[in-house]
């Protein structure tokens, strides 16, 4: 690849960023995490989002800051910025748990409060966004994905969901 061809990528991934801060500033659900994390939406300006190769996830965050997966550029802008929501809601719980005696992680995802409570946001954030049909999905998906036992999903399917009912 040349300069000019790194460059132009560096610039469109930059601005994409960019304007993923500026549409979830003015996010409802970005908006209410905020609200409960008692952060002010601008604290996001300060929050490295970064695009990157070299995770093998989808994104991740460490220390408060975001590093997406580079495959997530060839999705929809609204899923992109709905993974970011959900990796700033770790920024937020990094933050708040800073200088605090460490809790041992629960070796089922789905089942740990800082993954329960990201994932409540961002399927909040989907279903302000897409169609109910397309949250729903997302959501069975997700309790495939992580091999969530049938007997089970319903009860972890009402706990993703909480958000959606708390905000009625």
């Known amino acids: 690849m040349d300069k000019f061809a790194k460059r132009q990528k560096l610039e469109k ?5 960019a304007k993923i801060k500026a549409f979830l500033k003015a996010d409802e659900t970005y908006l209410s995490l905020c ?5 002010p939406p601008e604290i996001l300006d300060g929050i490295s ?23 997530l550029l060839d999705d929809q802008f609204k899923i992109i910025a709905r993974y970011v929501l959900h990796e700033l809601t770790h920024c937020f719980q990094h933050m708040e748990k800073e200088g605090k005696k ?4 629960n070796k089922i995802y789905l ?3 800082e993954e ?4 409540q946001y961002q399927i909040k954030f989907d279903n302000e966004h897409r ?19 049938k007997e ?17």
């Open 131 to 149: 169609k109910d049909s397309d949250v729903n999905k997302y959501v069975n998906n997700l309790l495939s994905y992580h091999k969530v036992p």
């Open 49 to 71: 989002i970064v695009f990157t190769d070299d995770i093998d996830v989808t994104a991740k965050t460490i220390n408060a800051k975001v590093f997406l997966n580079s495959a």
């Open 102 to 105: 460490k809790t041992k992680k």
């Open 152 to 168: 089970e999903r319903p009860m972890k399917k009402k706990e993703l969901t909480e958000k959606l009912r708390d905000s009625e």
């Open 116 to 119: 329960l409570e990201a994932f």
């Open 35 to 39: 609200e409960e994390y008692k952060q």
């Open 13 to 17: 991934r930059t601005k994409l960023i």
């Open 111 to 113: 089942d740990r409060p």
